[in-house]
């Protein structure tokens, strides 16, 4: 919820919403915003936010979305990467999401892929198998056996 401070509107998570493309807007270019972001119109290009980025359900934008926490309810395509990324029901996303977590509401939309080692742990890399000269050993897969049984 957007509530009133001295200094501006506060975003639901405490911080400062510097940024709103109303309804009816359309915006294309390359945007960076300090703080916090709404996206009710439409966003074209590249969008980087230093906070929450929020795309409402009135909301599509067709861009490489990047910010802390991103919340999509409406319409994007494209790319996004963030520490934390919810689509929520009636959220319509086709991409690639680069995020550390990913929580997807019954009824919204997720087609493409996702990624979740944006930073990989200094404590799994330690894990990993090294060959002599340090280098990660490759895991390689054998290729599954299938096995045909005719009726």
């Known amino acids: 919820m957007l509530g009133k401070k001295d200094n501006?509107?506060?975003?639901g998570g405490g911080q400062t919403l510097n940024t709103i493309i109303g309804r009816?807007?359309?915006?294309?270019?390359?945007?960076k915003v300090e703080n916090s972001a709404r996206v009710d119109g439409?966003?074209?290009?590249?969008?980087?936010?230093?906070?929450?980025?929020?795309?409402?359900?009135?909301?599509e934008a067709y861009a490489d979305l990047e910010g802390k926490d991103i919340?999509?309810?409406g319409?994007?395509?494209?790319?996004?990467?963030?520490?934390?990324?919810?689509?929520?029901s009636q959220?319509?996303?086709?991409?690639?999401?680069?995020?550390?977590?990913?929580?997807?509401?019954?009824g919204a939309v997720f087609h493409g892929s996702c990624s979740m080692d944006i930073e990989e742990n200094k404590d799994l890399q330690k894990l990993r198998p090294k060959d002599a000269k340090g280098k990660e050993i490759e895991k390689s897969v054998p290729a599954p056996k299938v096995q045909v049984v005719e009726n």
């Open 91 to 106: 959220a319509r996303f086709i991409g690639d999401i680069y995020a550390n977590a990913l929580s997807v509401s019954e």
């Open 42 to 59: 439409v966003f074209k290009g590249e969008l980087t936010c230093s906070g929450a980025l929020t795309i409402s359900q009135s909301g």
């Open 24 to 31: 009816g807007t359309l915006f294309e270019g390359k945007m």
């Open 71 to 73: 919340y999509i309810n």
């Open 75 to 88: 319409i994007v395509r494209g790319t996004v990467r963030a520490e934390k990324v919810r689509l929520d």
């Open 8 to 11: 501006g509107a506060v975003a």
